[in-house]
């Protein structure tokens, strides 16, 4: 397997991880990009007749359909016993290439305060990872307006969804725009070609299409001279320095402030196989917050001594290698007592473990099975006689069919806009046709962080996490935020909290994000 390809199987908020057993191949392989209709896994576009050409010069897209033109519609919410109100726009903006030729329709939902000083007022920009992801996670899981609905320690995917009013909406202290790239949402290549597919399926390509369409929403909205932010989870995470980068360095147009949510800055520190020790580092922290997290609530004070002994012993052992028996004796000894695992499981594996192990036998004697992406979320193990795990994940799988289906609601009954298209919450084909490109070295985004934050010495930045994800450990994080030179370090709010990959989920972790937010978006 290429180390592209492996990395697009890893990725957060693409592929369902925990379905994955050890020593077993996924469950099912993305389909290659050019037998998908109009870059999607869904084959409902292809299966039924096609509909009459939309009124428009523009060549049809592969499903033979476009998007509307965009709706804008006036809302109110109560938000502090205030009343606050927006305008809603559910549209498109197509992107060209550099010859003038139509490439993709990128569908977008803006929130924008009325009244409101457009010069002064902050603009964000949000969009979700995979990549494959569409922006509906932190959209109505964080961040807008109206919210899912969700439960704490069960996600039911045949449950009514139901959008509630968001008590912790960013549209407080800034406009949102919520960004779907191409094959998530209603997002499509205009006439997929090898061409279009290799630059919009690429990490470079993909940053230069964000850039493009953030230029062109705030020229084509008047908000040149209005605060930017930008906000990404994930491969979203992972996205935000190089998005900066661009946009300063090729667009003329600076961020003042970026969020990255449960981000991965390096993927040379995502996993923990045999000989990734950084990985295996990375990760026992967030390992023993879900030994803590089941028996009650933890903290990321609760890990500090977990964290000191990552550091310092336990990387001395890992180093010290499989044939130093005392050394190996030692960690399986000390991985025992902070996980709550029997220590002849632990022995096994020489202290070694990996993420799925330990949700899968966390919760073996309740004959339950934990998330990867929060390991507070059990269900029932379908099949607890089975020597290597094999489940849907309780949390990002459980969440697609609410989620998509409170997406489409949001569209229809609130925004007054459905394209005839599938939506597409979670596109496997465009993770598995990903061009992460063709260096020796993993990717990393944290070098663009700190040239970004060199360059804009005002730029605030906010790296937050949960602390029961084993997708994207916390301390991967904080570990590489401890190599940027001190002056940027200091200016870098490190946040954890309750929670998984998407901790929001918590209406207590989410609201302490929105406080976050607020203090590196307007100073507050």
Known sequence: MTFPRLLALLLALALPLPALAQGEAPHGEAAPVED???????????????????????PLSADGMRLPEPVTTRHEIALDGETLAFDATAGVLTLKSGGGEEEADIAYVSYVLEEADAASRPVTFVVNGGPGAASAYLHLG??????????????????????VENPDTWLAFTDLVFVDPVGTGFSR????????????????????????????????NGRTASPKAAVGE??????????????????????????????????????????NFMGQVALLPSLAAAALDKAGETSRADLAEVEAYATDDY?????????????????????????????????????????????????????RVASLYDTGVTTPDPAPARAFPRYRDPVLDALTAPLTAAALTLYADKLGWTPERPYVLLNSGVSGAWDYGSARSA??????????????????????????????????????????????????????YPGGHMFYTRPASRAALAAAARGAIVGE
């Open 315 to 367: 990387v001395a052992d890992l180093l010290a290698g499989l044939s130093d028996a005392a050394a190996v004796e030692r960690v399986v000894s000390r991985i025992a007592a902070l996980t709550g695992l029997p220590a002849d499981l632990v022995r096994r594996q020489a202290g070694r473990l990996d993420a799925r192990l330990l949700a899968r036998e966390l919760y073996r004697a309740e004959g």
């Open 443 to 496: 990717p990393e985004s944290l070098s663009e962080l700190a040239t970004a934050m060199a360059l804009d010495e005002s730029l605030r930045v906010v790296v937050a996490h949960g602390l029961t994800d084993l997708v994207t450990p916390y301390f991967a994080s904080t570990l590489l935020l401890r190599q940027l030179p001190a002056a940027l370090a200091a200016r870098v709010a490190e946040e954890t």
């Open 36 to 58: 998908l209709p109009a870059e999607t896994a869904h084959t409902e576009a292809a299966e039924r007749p096609a509909a009459a050409p939309p009124a428009t010069d523009r």
């Open 142 to 163: 964080a961040l807008g307006p109206w919210v899912l609905s969700f439960g704490e320690e069960t996600i039911v995917p045949s449950a009514t969804p139901s959008l």
């Open 234 to 275: 994930s491969y979203g995470g992972f996205r935000m320095p190089l998005l900066a980068d661009e946009l300063t360095s090729e667009r003329g147009m600076a961020l003042s402030a970026l969020i990255l949510v449960s981000p991965v800055l390096d993927f040379a520190w995502l996993g923990a196989g045999q000989t």
């Open 189 to 220: 290549l205009v006439a997929p070609t090898d061409r279009s597919r290799d630059r919009y399926l690429s990490v470079s390509g993909d940053i230069a299409a964000l850039a493009d369409f953030v230029f062109r929403w705030s020229v084509e």
